[in-house]
């Protein structure tokens, strides 16, 4: 092994191939502090990548999943490795206490948040999940299914994902708006051209549909796949026809909205209060996928 190779580590995400001592790679700017939790694990890590349009609430979602498991819920167990991973939930749960939502992520991809768990239900036996999860930003998502390659993160990143889990924004489509459901089409035509499958053949990555703010139609939660069938049929139709794996969730984190204006006379919601709802099933159904 030459002098080069043994002083350099590859990014977990993209394969390039880095100085030891830098914070972020070259090329995707992936922290580097994850192959290093890898490295120290002696295991390759699941990746679970949570996608979905901006607005859609992936941050508090994802920041709400994280903390509840932290807090042993539904007796799973949950280790952050490395402090950089707590930093999400900590800002999500920070902001909801104040009664604020927490900032829109950035687009800058050196901004995100990543977080490196690893998880276990002793009650199901001794398995260990090593998961990493990043908050992207809906507006690079955008970008990149747009214009493929855009941001070579995301492209990477889901190349290596084990499961995705897709946020839509049930409140929008109950209202009557195809948007929702045109953004969600998009996006899992991008998931069916990365895990490519022979022809004929149904993709066996499993995917959530995990329905957000859910709290504006109860008929959302009492039956999310009548919801998904009626209100965003295009995604239901391409996950009957190309997925393996796909199930319906519905979901909310806010039991109830009030509303501002800021200085620009912008309507501003704020959460009056946590009501997390719906919020470890989808993960529970995608860890018993992988």
Not at 18 to 42: D, F, G, R, W
Not at 133 to 155: H, K, N, Q, W, Y
Not at 187 to 201: E, I, T
Not at 283 to 289: A, Q
Request: glycine share 6%; with cysteine.
């Amino acid at each position: 092994m030459s002098t080069y190779a043994a002083a350099s580590v590859s990014c977990l995400i993209c394969d390039t191939v880095n100085n030891p001592e830098a914070t972020v790679c070259s090329k995707c700017y992936a922290p580097m502090a994850l192959i290093h939790e890898a490295i120290a694990q002696e295991r390759e890590p699941c990746i679970v990548t949570v996608i979905g349009d901006s607005n859609v609430g992936k941050t508090v979602y994802l920041g709400m999943l994280l903390d509840m498991l932290t807090k042993r819920a539904e007796a799973f167990e949950a280790i952050p490795k490395g402090a950089y991973s707590v930093n999400l939930q900590h800002q999500v749960i920070s902001y909801l206490s104040a009664r604020q939502f927490p900032p829109k992520t950035a687009m800058e991809v050196d901004t995100w948040n990543w977080a490196y768990y690893q998880v276990s239900r002793p009650q199901d036996g001794p398995r260990v999940y090593d998961l990493v999860m990043p908050d992207m930003a809906g507006e690079a998502l955008a970008a990149e299914v747009a214009s493929p390659r855009t941001f070579a993160v995301i492209r990477s990143l889901l190349e290596k994902s084990s499961a995705a889990i897709l946020l839509v924004d049930a409140a929008v489509a109950a209202a009557g708006s195809s948007q929702p459901d045109f953004f969600a089409l998009k996006l899992l035509s991008y998931l069916d051209g990365v895990f490519a499958a022979k022809r004929g053949q149904k993709l066996q990555t499993p995917v959530a549909l995990v329905l957000c703010k859910a709290d504006y139609s109860q008929k959302c939660f009492d039956d999310p796949e009548g919801f998904a069938y009626t209100n965003l049929n295009r995604i239901w139709n391409l996950c009957d026809s190309r997925f393996a794996h796909f199930k319906f969730f519905a979901t909310s984190v806010v039991g109830g909205l009030g509303y501002g204006t800021d200085e620009y006379e912008n309507v501003i919601p704020y959460p009056l209060h946590v009501a997390p709802r719906g919020i470890l099933e989808p993960f529970e159904w995608t860890l018993s996928k992988l």
